[in-house]
């Protein structure tokens, strides 16, 4: 590629980010990059750019267009059958999350539709979602079960994540989140849905290699820090890191339960309070932001600045799920991050490029463009400024992405 006007998150070599070093967002203006088979083997400014590569087959001239590292979306849900705009009206009705999960909205009416729903029909939907994102800037992506909540539910949901890697051109990790909520048969055995977890699910995700991670929704009303901890050292037990949704409406404990688990990730943190951002500092834990599900919750967004401030490594995410964040579109995040949570366009971007390829595991490989790492990038159409992209919320600058030898531009 040549004439390109940024070539953004150029980085020798990669670390996950945090603090001051969020804002520093390394770019090189009037650029060139070269790919072979599928992976960063050049860079460089225009005008030192080796005689020998413009005499090379496959040149794409960008014209003043950008590149960037592709959007590393780290919690999603696109697993899910039908759409649940019903309970959006109920929200704007005034009812609450915890409301509208109480008289079998919410988790459980996801579950319902999709042990209804065949895996194949599943796999369809979650193709046409995964096409979107891709199309939206998306390049990696990790997708975690939890709609299921029966053994056949659950394994059916990890089945069809299996196939989507198979499949895709995304880089895609695999999520374990039977302990999404406990389904009405065992809303007063609590345990007996931990053993179900532990006995019939774990041991069959780990046979035939289905999940990567494994997390819980630890929030009052759901798993208390002792069952989520249960839950999570029994996935570690066969293999699978801990990610904790944590924090979301309540003080839970799930920020400190996942500092103490060494949890890849902890996620949503809507409420937080000295201690657990002190916990999340001084730790190797990610603390990934989901601005997109408070603003479609109407609930305060995530402390971002004080999270920044303090040390923490955080990054950036979609949440995309059909109850409380409908929408896989990255570049709402990254500006809803800016506008709404005061972060900069630098920490935005790194947010959800090299801290969020961090945070699914996948930091050596992807998030920056460093030599060696996996071609997993944005074209963008002309812009002014790498600031304009967080500023022009509302209009398409995505050309195309490139991922490994996979070419989509429009």
């Not at 005008?47 to 780290?74: E, F, H, T």
């Amino acid at each position: 590629m040549i004439n390109i006007r940024f070539l953004c998150n150029i980085r020798t070599t990669t670390e996950v980010l945090r603090g001051k070093e969020l804002a520093l967002l390394p770019v090189i203006e009037n650029a060139y990059l070269v790919l072979e088979d599928g992976f960063i083997s050049a860079y460089g400014p225009m005008n030192s750019m080796p005689a020998r590569y413009l005499q090379q087959d496959n040149i794409l001239d960008l014209k003043g267009g950008s590149v960037l590292p592709a959007w590393c979306d780290s919690h999603t849900h696109i697993v899910f059958a039908g759409s649940r705009e019903g309970e959006f009206v109920d929200k704007i009705r005034g009812l609450s999350y915890e409301e509208i999960a109480a008289k079998g909205g919410g988790i459980l009416n996801s579950a319902n539709l999709l042990n209804k729903t065949s895996e194949d029909e599943l796999f369809r939907q979650a193709w046409e979602r995964l096409e979107e994102v891709r199309k939206l800037g998306t390049g990696a992506i990790e997708i975690k079960s939890g709609y299921g909540l029966t053994v056949e539910g659950e394994l059916k949901m990890l089945r069809v994540i299996k196939k989507l890697k198979e499949k895709s051109t995304l880089s895609i990790k695999s999520t374990f989140l039977g302990a999404h909520t406990f389904p009405m048969e065992y809303r007063n055995n609590h345990q007996g849905y931990l053993d179900l977890i532990k006995t019939e699910m774990l041991p069959v995700i780990a046979a035939e290699k289905l999940a990567d991670n494994i997390d819980v929704f630890c929030e009052r009303g759901f798993f208390s820090p002792e069952e989520s901890e249960e839950v999570c050292r029994a996935g570690m037990a066969v293999g699978l890191r801990p990610k904790i949704h944590a924090n979301q409406m309540h003080l839970s404990g799930g920020t400190q339960l996942g500092v103490k688990l060494g949890a890849l990730s902890v996620d949503h943190l809507e409420t937080m309070d000295e201690s657990s951002i002190q916990a999340l500092a001084n730790s190797e834990t990610i603390g990934t932001l989901l601005p997109t599900a408070a603003f479609f919750l109407r609930m305060p967004f995530q402390p971002a600045r004080t999270l920044i401030d303090s040390g923490c490594a955080i990054a950036l995410a979609s949440d995309y799920n059909p109850g409380s964040s409908p929408s896989g579109n990255m570049n709402l995040v990254v500006a809803m991050a800016c506008i709404q949570m005061k972060m900069l366009p630098e920490e935005a971007i790194n947010a959800a490029t090299i801290n969020g390829a961090y945070a699914m595991g996948l930091g050596s490989e992807l998030g920056s463009i460093t030599t060696g790492k996996k071609a997993n990038l944005i074209i963008t159409r002309s812009i002014p400024s790498l600031a304009f992209i967080p500023y022009s919320f509302g209009t398409s600058l995505i050309r195309g992405t490139i991922l490994g030898e996979d070419v989509l531009l429009g």
